[in-house]
């Protein structure tokens, strides 16, 4: 194979030619209808594609994670969110507080908070 067969330095798209569709073996091409992050899509079909059998889908997944295609920032502390909030501001982006202006972190209920190690007294 030439390097012009895979190395593309020009605007239009290319095509598959006869001799590299026959060297392969079965291939997909497929994109989000809303031409949205490629990335994304490709990691929730390869995620649904690691939940079934090729006969059945037995796995109840929903179409997008709670995160989506969207950013995530997770500022610390309240001058963390209030830079976070000026630079949204800034920029001119939409953003949601899903925690509401909590920043406290807590541990589910059903996590062991008590270590099963004794606590080091020193020398």
């Known amino acids: ?8 330095e020009h605007k239009h798209i290319g095509k598959l030619s006869n001799r590299n569709q026959q060297a ?30 090729g006969k ?15 950013d995530i920032a997770a500022p610390y502390t309240q001058e963390e969110a209030d830079m976070l909030k000026l630079a949204y501001d800034a920029v001119g982006t939409k953003h ?8 406290r972190s807590q ?8 270590s099963p190690m004794q606590a080091f007294k020193g020398y």
Request: aromatic fraction near 12%; hydrophobic fraction near 40%; charge should be negative.
């Open 107 to 114: 541990e589910h209920s059903a996590v062991n908070t008590t």
């Open 96 to 103: 949601w507080d899903l925690n509401k202006g909590d920043l």
């Open 1 to 8: 194979m030439r390097a012009r067969e895979f190395v593309v």
């Open 56 to 70: 059945e889908f037995t796995f109840d997944m929903d179409g997008e994670s709670w995160a989506g295609r969207n």
């Open 24 to 53: 392969t073996v079965g291939l997909h091409k497929f994109r989000d209808e809303n031409f949205a992050d490629r990335i994304y899509e490709l990691n929730r079909i390869m995620m649904a594609v690691a939940s079934n059998n």
